[in-house]
């Protein structure tokens, strides 16, 4: 799906560090899951969480069979945007997310005019290339730090990168680390896609890319993924 932060292209090489030394019987769990491009490649036990409740509440309706509708007029995006608190919530989370520009949650009608390229379709046509795959995942949406994690979880991270100023929200990464210094010390092993970490921190793998909403600067991003040093449990 496309939304802000998609790992889509990278999640080969993300999980096979991730998930190279994970039981079968081990559970899964991402708390900052999106637009699930990771975890609908992951079987087993999972725990896909995510604060932003209509996009829980979307991936809950597609689990259960829900047709997102094709076409999307503009007239009915901003018809759902000034009523979206008494709409049903998958149909807001659709509509606020993959009919926006960029995957933005409401950053504007998708729409060229050039072309007539459709998003909503386009939109539900990945959904159903992602259906199959989040079955069986057990959805959440709360905190990351409220997230009741099973015992001796393999958990990844993909939280809002620092220095960029497309997210909605601030958020506060000083009590992230903090957060997963503590989970890491209690038996999970946590792995963390960020550009830069602490320095008790140890990058496991770099991967150079252009993302989307970089893609007009000369020089690509690096993806690097953290684990916390001596964080070995799995």
């Given at each position: 799906m496309r939304y802000m932060g998609n790992k889509?292209?990278?999640?080969?090489?993300?999980?096979?560090?991730?998930?190279?030394?994970?039981?079968?019987?081990?559970?899964?769990?991402?708390p900052f899951a999106g637009g699930m491009n990771m975890i609908c490649r992951v079987g087993g036990p999972r725990i896909g969480n995510d604060s932003h409740g209509p996009l829980v509440a979307m991936w809950k309706a597609v689990q259960e069979g829900w047709q997102p509708p094709t076409i999307v007029t503009k007239q009915m995006y901003y018809w759902v945007?000034?009523?979206?608190?008494?709409?049903?919530?998958?149909?807001?989370?659709?509509?606020?997310?993959?009919c926006s520009f960029g995957g933005k949650w409401w950053g504007g009608y998708a729409f060229d005019a050039v072309t007539g390229r459709n998003y909503a379709a386009e939109g539900c046509r990945a959904i159903d290339k992602q259906r199959a795959g989040i079955r069986g995942v057990r959805f959440e949406s709360v905190s990351y730090d409220a997230l009741r994690l099973p015992k001796g979880s393999v958990v990844y991270c993909d939280p809002p990168y620092a220095e960029t100023t497309e997210y909605e929200n601030r958020f506060n990464y000083v009590e992230f680390w903090k957060w997963v210094r503590r989970i890491s010390a209690t038996g999970h092993t946590v792995f963390v896609s960020e550009y830069a970490a602490p320095s008790d921190f140890e990058c496991v793998l770099e991967i150079p890319y252009t993302s989307t909403m970089n893609r007009s600067k000369k020089d690509p991003k690096t993806e690097r993924l953290f684990r916390l040093r001596g964080n070995n449990v799995a």
């Open positions: 889509a292209k990278l999640a080969a090489r993300i999980l096979s560090i991730v998930l190279r030394d994970r039981r079968p019987d081990q559970w899964y769990v991402e945007k000034e009523r979206q608190e008494s709409l049903p919530q998958h149909l807001v989370g659709f509509v606020g997310f993959l």
